[in-house]
DNA sequence: CGGGTCTTTGATTAGGTTCAATAAGAGTGG
DNA sequence: CCACTCTTATTGAACCTAATCAAAGACCCG
């Protein structure tokens, strides 16, 4: 039962896809075809310094495709591998008790998921294809063993792992401190960089999401979501229709944020500059935040 | 300025330390002792299994104490170790353009902290002692040497960091999904199951955290946490005395979740059990919940 | 004992949810 | 190809949770 989808989804590469050698063509992307990827593009894709390895070729990593609605893991299935998007979107989702859906992520082009189950050694999260998508297989056992051959790989994961985590503590940041306007503005952005990032428009592009799966990842309703691009609409930050969104002022939206659960504590900690337990706070942190990349 | 603190700090366990041999009696701890652990009480520490390693003892890890109210590492600073909480009670958090706190986590025995500085190789965080504490020092760079001798630690590691995500994930899914009260129900349970692993009482703690410190955790005011914990009270689920907290009904606290933002959420994906893209999802999930560590 | 911090409690307000109804697409099948 | 249905999106109105503002009491440390 639990692995009834799976075989059927990687169905689609078979064994035989074995006999497909990779070409070392950059971006060697088929349209429906069994893809490998060699370590050089597969550093290439999660944006880290390529890895100087001498028998490149020989370690291959294979591709699957899925199709939009299709499930890549599910919670509680037992963890082997890693996955890489090479190409199409995808959302990773918690399941509460009562069946809820809770979005965490919406992984896109040099994303890494499925990290979350190393540890239980069970998948702790589902992932979701929200379009046609081009993933590449890390299985976790050959990426531990690469990682004591290649240093720099290994470091490379790592970082990967902690760029994971510090999302994610952005991602609280932002549920914990900031007014709906400003996480929708937040997120527009962050979208817009991405697309950048992948060479595509950052000025107009589609959504791949619906208003209840952004509304569940910004921690809102659906509702306030539709709302509130109604409202950067009507302002003319942005152009909504649809799933289309066109960015017009970039510069307002970054910087947006009406001041909301915390006005009240910055005045603390403004005039809290007085002796205090961690009491050289205020000065140093002027002095860091000049080299600190916040 | 940027190291001054630091290297007062360090100050306190001087290079003459070294001659400390570590005994190898289990939680050898002195008051105030500089003290050293090898690779088997690291593990412990971590609640990972022990590492089956030839020369223990030559392997040590540097204790470092830390008195209330101090700082560890603070935003932007250059990364180089990672934190291991042998005793004490810490806070990590972020700080936004406006000074504002937000807190991350409260590290206390066997957590791990400082991974975010492994990406940008500075600290994304700054943490704070909220009691004396006692740290284990853990250099990036021994702690990659030491994976590519000691497989079962590298996995481990991988496995600790893994589970940061998870519990970031968590705290995610807590903040945009539930209610004030629940979130404080649950962050009381923590506590408590934390406290019970730690040998402490379960029943009957003390806070370490102030209560604006406990709102900004959970993106709450610190009005609202004190409001609701006084709540808790009043119903019989917790006594509550300042600091001082004790647990009467935990099972209350665990399932107390009072129909929030989700109530209409839940109903729609259950009336979705239709056909869609995703259509297996609701049997499949039923089999797999049983499965899974939720 | 006094200044500062932390906590509690009350009154009021506002941002966001909830409920509800309509509209606009997208996919399906006759 | 169009009608039909299902999903998704928009918008309005009422309600409610939690934030804000305010003030007083408790605690801690020097």
Redesign the interface.
Known sequence: ??S??MSEIRSESPATATSVAASSMEAGWQRQGKLWSNLKELCDVLRIPAVSSLADDELLFQHVQFK????IH????PFDTLYIVHSGFLKTV?????????V?SFPMKGDLFG??????R?Y??EA?ALSNCDLILLPFKKF?AL??TH?EL??AM?????????R??????M???LSAEARVARFLVSLSDRFAEMGYSSKLFNLRMTR?EIG????L?LETVSRTLSAFNEIGLISVDQRSIGIKDPEALKTLRRLP??S???K???SKKSK???R??AE??A???Q????
């Open positions: 039962m639990l009834t989808q939009t609605g299709q499930r599910t919670i509680g299935q918690l399941i509460d008790e009562f069946g809820n859906e809770q965490l990290v979350d189950g190393i540890h239980t069970r702790a999260s979701v531990t990682g004591r240093v290994e470091h790592y970082s990967v792992m902690s760029r994971e985590l510090v994610e503590q952005a991602m609280v940041s549920l914990g401190a209840h569940s990842y910004l921690g309703t659960p915390s009240s504590r910055a603390q900690i403004a205090q337990l961690a050289k706070t140093d942190r002095a860091l935040e080299l600190a990349a916040v």
